[in-house]
């Protein structure tokens, strides 16, 4: 396991927003965490990704453990976090969101060449297929950019993907290359940490999926026990989907 | 990668990436310029008529250079205008009031002038207070000053005498001085912006504070969640018009050698106006350095080709309008095209 959390919990005054969560990843691999809305993801991922401080249980990475009080901290572990509004400009080029923030040098200037021709590399090897390195961002669907900001993540040298919900703005197809790419970045050996809603979009990817409901984990599961129908079912809360069904029906 | 061609390529071709090239409607406007005033008047286009519009165009272009950068990183400096007077004001009073020598006065000049651009960057990021209010607030103020020294010291509205000051030869020749090209005296000025100008395009395009100056002004929280020093760009680039300011007040002192006390005021629009011909946008993360000098040397030949004409000098603000909602629109276009997104 790259990262590990062990009885990982938070509050907020009152609020007990995460509960108990024992989790991790492993290079090479996926774990989905699945949830509704209120579930404890968005807290879980800021605590992975360094916004936020653990109450009670621990975080370890690399098998020791740690307490980060940055984000920045955690990417110097190699722990990148791609955030659903995703850090780049729109009317900016490719390249130069690419490599925003840590440009090459070549003596006192920013190596423009370099960074034109290993953004435009870095994306190839993740198979993605971007028409320009050199036109703006924001002429880029919404599948593009999260490639991009993947892709971007993988060159800085991130051991641990934590991406959050990447997939669910996006349509059918777009969702499909995004999914690709998660493919890809695993296949290169990074552990990704996949946050979503959507059992759909988690099954084919994933290697475990821990599922969360209203703070606390519903289970840990290998990806051979449990089928997408349960998935699924866990998902919406089981027994109350049968319920709901149920009062929908037609008399 | 490189060999492969990607059919998607073919409809955006070269004439859709000219389009989004931020200089596209100053160039137009240029040539459309020239060729108005040039073809009615042998004068306008004569080597010394070039010399005469570029004059103008020079001292104009040094600020709407600097003005374009602080603008696409997402900034305004109404106080740039008004700072040129603070400059030269300081620096001839220095020398023909307090006996400086005319370096040591402009070396004054431009710690004061470095100081206010460094007061307003730190007000801007501190505070997250819109720039056109804090530079609005530091623009009165410095006219205030600027008067009020002026007549303290003097009693009248303007110093003047710098022709006497220790230096002044040396200074005069450097900054506000001529070149003899072919037999047609060229103001050094032109150099100076030229260099600026050059300067700031390398900065812009070819350094990392370029790509954080865009990053600032497109969309500053997402540049700093990647680690550009937002803070410290704003502040450079408030800097950096104050030390234009500073550059071309000294120049225009040292060609006139008296400073009004009210000199500069309004010209704070007049760099805005030219930075956006060049196709920057207002709110910031667009545009470029070259386009701004070519907006400017777009007010020098309109200002001085309707002299040559003989026309009434009152329609030049009737041309500035046009021309800014012209280009406003054009930018708008620009913009529209960079930002859709396709699915």
């Not at chain 1, 098998?63 to 791609?82: H, M």
């Not at chain 1, 940490?193 to 979009?201: A, D, E």
């Not at chain 2, 790509?211 to 497109?218: D, E, L, P, S, Y």
């Amino acid at each position: 396991m790259i990262i590990e959390t062990r009885g990982l919990g938070k509050r907020f005054g009152s609020v007990l927003a995460l509960r108990d969560v024992s989790m991790g990843v492993a290079a090479g691999e996926v774990t989905c965490v699945l949830g509704d809305n209120g579930a404890g993801k968005s807290t879980l991922i800021k605590i992975l990704s360094g916004m936020h401080r653990h109450d009670t249980g621990s975080y370890l990475v690399d098998g020791r453990e740690v307490r980060f009080s940055s984000p920045r901290e955690a990417l110097d572990r190699g722990i990148a976090t791609v955030y659903q509004d995703l850090a780049m400009i729109p009317l900016m080029s490719v390249w130069r969101n690419f490599f925003l923030g840590s440009e090459p040098r070549k003596g006192l200037a920013f190596d423009v060449a370099r960074a034109r021709r290993v953004a435009r590399e870095e994306l190839a090897a993740m198979g993605i297929d971007i028409r320009d390195v050199d036109q703006p961002v924001g002429t880029l669907s919404g599948g593009e950019r999260q490639s991009v900001a993947i892709a971007r993540a993988v060159h800085f040298g991130a051991r641990v993907l934590v991406l959050d919900e990447p997939t669910s703005a996006l349509g059918v197809k777009q969702a499909g290359v995004v999914l690709r790419y998660i493919a890809r970045a695993r296949d290169r050996g990074l552990g990704v940490v996949f946050i979503t809603h959507n059992p759909h979009h988690a099954y084919p990817v994933g290697d475990r999926f821990l599922l969360l409901n209203r703070g606390s984990p519903l289970g840990l599961y290998a990806r051979d026990d449990i089928t997408p129908q349960e998935l699924t079912r866990l998902m919406a809360g089981g027994a109350e989907l049968d319920e709901l069904a149920h009062e929908l029906r037609r008399e | 990668m490189t060999a492969r061609v990607d059919e998607r390529i073919a409809p955006v071709g070269p004439v859709r990436r000219l389009l989004i090239r931020p200089e596209l409607g100053a160039v137009v406007g240029l040539v459309a310029v020239f060729t108005f005033f040039a073809v009615q008047s042998p004068v306008f286009r004569s080597a010394d008529g070039i010399a005469n519009w570029l004059d103008p165009a020079a001292t104009l272009g040094i600020m709407a250079v600097a003005v374009a950068l602080l603008m696409i990183g997402g900034e305004f400096d109404l106080s740039a205008g008004v700072l040129t007077g603070t400059s030269g004001l300081i620096l001839v009073t220095l020398a023909t009031r307090f006996g400086f020598d005319v370096w040591t006065a402009m070396l004054v000049g431009l710690v004061v002038a470095l100081a206010v651009g460094f007061a307003n960057g730190v007000v801007v990021t501190r505070t997250k207070l819109p720039s056109f209010i804090v530079t609005l607030g530091t623009f009165l103020m410095l006219q205030g000053v600027n008067l009020g020294v002026t007549k303290a010291v003097t009693g009248t509205v303007q110093v003047s005498g710098l022709r006497r000051a220790d230096g002044y030869e040396g200074a005069a020749a450097v900054f506000a001085g001529t070149i003899d090209v072919g037999g047609t005296s060229f103001r050094v000025a032109i150099l100076w912006w030229i260099l600026v100008t050059a300067v700031a395009t390398w900065v812009l395009v070819r350094s990392r504070p370029g790509n954080w100056i865009f990053a600032v002004g497109g969309d500053e929280q997402a540049a700093r969640a990647v680690g550009v020093p937002a803070t410290r760009t704003k502040i450079a680039l408030f800097m950096t018009t104050a030390f234009a300011a500073w550059l071309v007040g000294s120049i225009l002192a040292l060609r006139y050698t008296s400073v009004q006390a009210n000199i500069g005021i309004g010209q704070e629009f007049i760099y805005i106006i030219a930075a956006v011909i060049g196709g920057c946008l207002l709110t910031g993360g667009y545009g470029s350095a070259v386009g701004a000098a070519i907006g400017a040397v777009i007010f020098g030949m309109a200002d001085k080709g309707i002299v040559f004409l003989g026309w009434d000098a009152d329609w030049f603000t009737f041309f500035l309008g046009a021309m800014l909602l012209l280009a406003t629109l054009a930018n708008r276009l620009v913009r529209r095209y960079a930002e859709e997104v396709r699915h």
